[in-house]
C-alpha cells in the first residue's frame, strides 16, 4: 500500500515538472513586452491606379500609414500583420493585399490584375494535393 502512494506521488511530481518546463516559455512570453521596430515598406505599384490611394494596415492597430514617395514608414510590433489597402481618400476603389508580418525592410506589391486571395488558395490546395512521390520526380 505505501508503495502505491509513493508511486503516485512521484508521478504527480513528474508530471508538474514536465508540465512547468513545457508551459513554463509560454506564460513568460505572454508577459514580455513585443519588441517595437520601425518598419520601411517600399510599395511596388502594377496597377494604373496612383501611389496615393494605396496605404499600410496595421491589422493589429487599424492605422493606416500613406506611402510618400512609394515608401511607408511606421512603428509597430515585430511580426505585426500588415496588408496593402486602399486609402479612405479613393473609396471608389477596393484592394486589400495579403497580409504580410512586420519586418524592418518589406516590400509590398500592388497588382489589380491578379487577386492574392486566389493565389494563396490555390497554393494551399496545391500543397494539399500535391503527392510526396510527384515531388521526389522533379
Do not use: H
Not at 97 to 111: F, L, N, T, Y
Request: aromatic share 10%.
Amino acid at each position: 500500500m505505501r508503495s502505491k502512494e509513493l508511486y503516485f506521488i512521484l508521478a504527480c511530481v513528474l508530471t508538474i515538472t514536465l508540465g512547468g518546463f513545457f508551459l513554463l516559455p509560454k506564460v513568460v512570453k505572454e508577459f514580455q513586452d513585443e519588441e517595437v521596430i520601425r518598419v520601411r515598406i517600399t510599395l511596388e505599384n502594377r496597377c494604373t491606379i496612383t501611389d496615393e490611394a494605396f496605404v499600410v494596415l496595421d491589422e493589429s492597430t487599424k492605422i493606416k500609414t500613406p506611402f510618400y514617395g512609394k515608401v511607408a514608414v511606421l512603428r509597430t510590433e515585430r511580426n505585426a500583420p500588415l496588408r496593402l489597402w486602399m486609402s479612405p481618400n479613393f473609396p471608389q476603389f477596393r484592394y486589400d493585399g495579403e497580409i504580410q508580418r512586420a519586418k524592418e525592410e518589406m516590400v509590398m506589391i500592388s497588382d489589380c490584375n491578379r487577386n492574392p486571395r486566389m493565389d494563396s488558395i490555390m497554393k494551399s490546395m496545391r500543397e494539399a494535393f500535391s503527392s510526396s512521390d510527384s515531388e521526389k520526380e522533379e
